[in-house]
Nanobody, 124 residues
Protein backbone atom coordinates (compact mmCIF):
# COMPACT_ATOMS: atom_id res chain seq x y z
CA UNK A 1 0.00 0.00 0.00
CA UNK A 2 1.27 3.45 -0.92
CA UNK A 3 -0.23 6.75 0.17
CA UNK A 4 0.61 9.90 -1.76
CA UNK A 5 0.33 13.52 -0.63
CA UNK A 6 1.01 16.39 -3.02
CA UNK A 7 2.04 19.91 -2.07
CA UNK A 8 3.48 23.04 -3.65
CA UNK A 9 0.62 24.21 -5.79
CA UNK A 10 -0.51 27.80 -5.90
CA UNK A 11 -1.03 30.92 -7.99
CA UNK A 12 1.76 32.13 -10.24
CA UNK A 13 2.07 34.57 -13.12
CA UNK A 14 2.76 33.39 -16.63
CA UNK A 15 6.47 32.81 -17.10
CA UNK A 16 6.97 31.94 -13.47
CA UNK A 17 7.96 28.70 -11.78
CA UNK A 18 6.60 26.29 -9.19
CA UNK A 19 7.89 23.07 -7.71
CA UNK A 20 5.43 20.39 -6.74
CA UNK A 21 6.28 17.68 -4.24
CA UNK A 22 4.68 14.30 -3.67
CA UNK A 23 5.47 12.54 -0.41
CA UNK A 24 4.88 8.80 -0.37
CA UNK A 25 4.39 6.45 2.54
CA UNK A 26 5.48 2.84 2.41
CA UNK A 27 8.82 1.09 2.43
CA UNK A 28 8.73 0.10 -1.23
CA UNK A 29 8.59 3.57 -2.77
CA UNK A 30 11.78 2.92 -4.70
CA UNK A 31 10.10 0.03 -6.51
CA UNK A 32 7.39 2.20 -8.06
CA UNK A 33 7.48 4.24 -11.20
CA UNK A 34 6.02 7.66 -10.48
CA UNK A 35 4.17 10.19 -12.59
CA UNK A 36 2.41 13.52 -12.56
CA UNK A 37 -0.94 13.91 -14.26
CA UNK A 38 -3.11 16.99 -14.53
CA UNK A 39 -6.80 17.67 -14.99
CA UNK A 40 -8.99 20.65 -15.79
CA UNK A 41 -12.76 20.79 -15.30
CA UNK A 42 -14.67 18.86 -17.93
CA UNK A 43 -11.56 17.18 -19.33
CA UNK A 44 -9.92 13.83 -18.81
CA UNK A 45 -6.88 13.53 -16.60
CA UNK A 46 -3.78 13.70 -18.78
CA UNK A 47 -0.22 12.50 -18.35
CA UNK A 48 2.39 15.21 -17.85
CA UNK A 49 5.64 13.53 -16.74
CA UNK A 50 6.91 10.18 -15.48
CA UNK A 51 10.05 8.73 -13.93
CA UNK A 52 11.22 5.14 -13.54
CA UNK A 53 12.23 3.33 -10.33
CA UNK A 54 15.87 4.27 -10.45
CA UNK A 55 15.44 7.71 -12.06
CA UNK A 56 17.21 6.23 -15.07
CA UNK A 57 14.35 7.13 -17.38
CA UNK A 58 12.01 10.08 -17.64
CA UNK A 59 9.25 10.83 -20.11
CA UNK A 60 7.27 13.98 -20.80
CA UNK A 61 4.14 14.97 -22.63
CA UNK A 62 4.89 17.17 -25.61
CA UNK A 63 2.97 20.01 -23.99
CA UNK A 64 5.44 20.26 -21.09
CA UNK A 65 8.67 19.01 -22.64
CA UNK A 66 11.54 21.44 -22.14
CA UNK A 67 9.68 23.33 -19.39
CA UNK A 68 8.93 20.70 -16.74
CA UNK A 69 11.38 18.39 -15.02
CA UNK A 70 10.51 15.35 -12.91
CA UNK A 71 12.89 13.94 -10.32
CA UNK A 72 12.77 11.71 -7.25
CA UNK A 73 14.63 11.23 -4.01
CA UNK A 74 14.12 7.63 -2.92
CA UNK A 75 15.78 8.29 0.44
CA UNK A 76 13.05 10.86 1.17
CA UNK A 77 10.23 8.93 -0.53
CA UNK A 78 9.47 12.02 -2.56
CA UNK A 79 8.97 12.85 -6.22
CA UNK A 80 9.16 16.38 -7.56
CA UNK A 81 7.89 18.29 -10.55
CA UNK A 82 9.80 21.47 -11.35
CA UNK A 83 7.65 23.63 -13.60
CA UNK A 84 9.28 26.55 -15.40
CA UNK A 85 8.03 29.03 -18.01
CA UNK A 86 4.47 28.37 -16.89
CA UNK A 87 1.61 29.21 -19.20
CA UNK A 88 -2.07 29.86 -18.45
CA UNK A 89 -2.88 26.56 -20.17
CA UNK A 90 -0.88 24.77 -17.47
CA UNK A 91 -3.63 25.68 -15.00
CA UNK A 92 -5.00 22.42 -13.60
CA UNK A 93 -5.18 20.16 -10.59
CA UNK A 94 -1.95 18.16 -10.56
CA UNK A 95 -1.99 14.57 -9.30
CA UNK A 96 0.85 12.32 -8.27
CA UNK A 97 0.55 8.62 -9.15
CA UNK A 98 2.48 5.43 -8.43
CA UNK A 99 2.72 2.30 -10.58
CA UNK A 100 4.45 -0.97 -9.77
CA UNK A 101 5.43 -1.57 -13.39
CA UNK A 102 9.04 -0.96 -14.37
CA UNK A 103 8.23 1.03 -17.48
CA UNK A 104 6.75 4.51 -17.35
CA UNK A 105 3.05 4.34 -18.15
CA UNK A 106 0.99 7.20 -19.56
CA UNK A 107 -2.60 6.07 -19.01
CA UNK A 108 -4.53 6.67 -15.80
CA UNK A 109 -5.85 3.10 -15.57
CA UNK A 110 -2.28 1.78 -15.41
CA UNK A 111 -1.57 3.44 -12.08
CA UNK A 112 -2.21 1.79 -8.75
CA UNK A 113 -2.16 4.73 -6.34
CA UNK A 114 -3.13 8.39 -6.51
CA UNK A 115 -2.78 11.48 -4.38
CA UNK A 116 -5.57 13.95 -3.72
CA UNK A 117 -4.20 16.61 -6.08
CA UNK A 118 -2.89 20.14 -5.76
CA UNK A 119 -4.19 23.17 -7.64
CA UNK A 120 -1.89 25.13 -9.93
CA UNK A 121 -3.22 28.37 -11.36
CA UNK A 122 -1.24 30.42 -13.87
CA UNK A 123 -2.46 33.95 -14.49
CA UNK A 124 -1.87 35.80 -17.75
Amino acid sequence: QVQLVESGGGLVQAGGSLRLSCAASGRTFSRYSMAWFRQTPGKEREFAAGISWSSGSTYYADSVKGRFSISRDNAKNTVYLQMNSLKPEDTAVYFCAADSAYMIQTKTNQYDYWGQGTQVTVSS
